[in-house]
């Protein structure tokens, strides 16, 4: 059995990550009888701006119940904080190449050191080279004079048929009238992470006050694969959260491709960028 | 069930698919979903939004969210009936919508539905749940915490689950630990908390036991250098949850007092 856990340094928030690679039960759920507890093999790709930078077919073999880390300590790479990381654990359990749900952990520490903020999320099938239409539904940004949102793409995309590896994607930032505020369109790298720092993008759209506003960004593209985290920051105090974001299957679970089909109608606003 | 009544249910089925996708209805709408609420040191905030008319551009609608607060003894606060406009969103400001009389602890809860019963236009969506996310922070803006929403009300019982969670967590860096437990459920819950060092020695620290009132919230709270945890992994586990999905909230405190939180 396999998956892939798919995550990014994010140095470009000012963070050190560490991530905790688990072989063990899911969600908390107890063992059931005759699971597979066998040992965890894990496979490790770093790629910065679409190129391998770094490859071990062997990083870690984790016992059931145990965890190995991806830090800076254990990927000397990663200790170049200059360049922006994405990472592929290849993570196989077992016989076969069915997939096989594991959760794993991230945490990234502030720069100045004492904070950090974690996160746990599922590994993803190893994809199979289909490319899918993506959505995603933000609805927790805020800014204002202190506090900022980054929202972090890290795309394995596929190469397009023209060759151009990467992935197109268009993302507007709504406030809460509904109103379309600010528009663009992205060509994300295919095996890299973007960077949305949501209040550099809006300076001259949006009047920042003390208290931070909430704002909503969606994003549409198009990807084999894609994981996105949202990273809440307090420059002034070094206040630090994250969280992802929830595939629309939690929280509908009707006709999917047609969900697809017309939530890429959304109206573009008159002269956004492109 | 009888051949004919059998029969006559089968030839009744395509009439009653024709007339469903005529006939007007509104959004077909799940359970209202649950997230903790802290008051008095703490901030909290709500994301409500109208997700189906962003995936449904076309037809987009207003919708309405119904909204209640509940006190730590179940006790409801409030409640309220937003609406939300097409492509819209609210940030839930607890002391402006409900008035600034309010529990240090609770629970949240809030629907998504229609603005108007005779819509077609999201049919295709099938059965929607409310998703937002919570904001907690302190009234100083030092500590942050983001959290997904959390479970639904009357979802399965979890009283008797044995659960672990997913965190890993560095004793070496926290001051402390705190766990908000609310019970989405119109009975009162029993749940024992406890945490776990990491690795091979599996002894329970810290066990606290208590009950949590139909609709309410209990909130537990650990110094680690009391309970000897000053430096490795360890993880909260508990025996008996309200929900199965009804994982408590946790919040993380540093050295310096501030916090991050998660759902665990």
Redesign the interface.
Known sequence: MQGQFIFSTCAAAGLRMRA?L?NG??????VMAGADTSEMKVSLKVFHAGVLEYESASFASIPYGD?AEVSDDTCPILTDRRKEYLLIAHCRRGEGDQYFAQ?H?L?YETSAG???????YDQLPVASGKTNAI?L?S??A?VSH??DTFICVANIGNPRSDGVAGSSWQIEF?E?????IHALSLDLAQNGSHFIDVKRELQGRFELSRQP????V?ARGATVGAVIL?F???R??Q??????S?S?H??????FS??RR??F???RPEGAAS | MSSLVIRTKDVLRPLKRRLEQVLPRPLRVAAPVVQAFLGGEYLTRYTLVNFPSLYSPTTAHPCIYDIALYAADGSRVARRELRIAPYGSLEVRPEEVFGADLPDLGMFTARIRSASALTFAYKHLGTVTSHFYALYSDRRDRSLALVHPQTLINAASGAHMAWESGYLLDSGKLRKLVAIQVNPTSTVSTSSLHLVRAGANAERIGIRAGTIPAMGARKVSWDLADIGLTGGLFFIAANGLPTTNAKPVLLTHFEDGSFTGMHA
């Open positions: 905790l688990r039960a899911r969600g908390g759920e107890p965890h959760e952990q945490t004492g904070r950090s903020t974690s996160l746990i959505l539904l609805p927790k805020w202190d506090v709504l809460q009238s509904g109103v379309i506003k909430m704002l909503t969606v949202t809440l920051v307090n002034k105090t206040a630090v959260a994250l969280e992802h929830l629309p939690y929280y509908m679970n009707g006709d047609r969900v017309e939530a109608l959304f109206p």
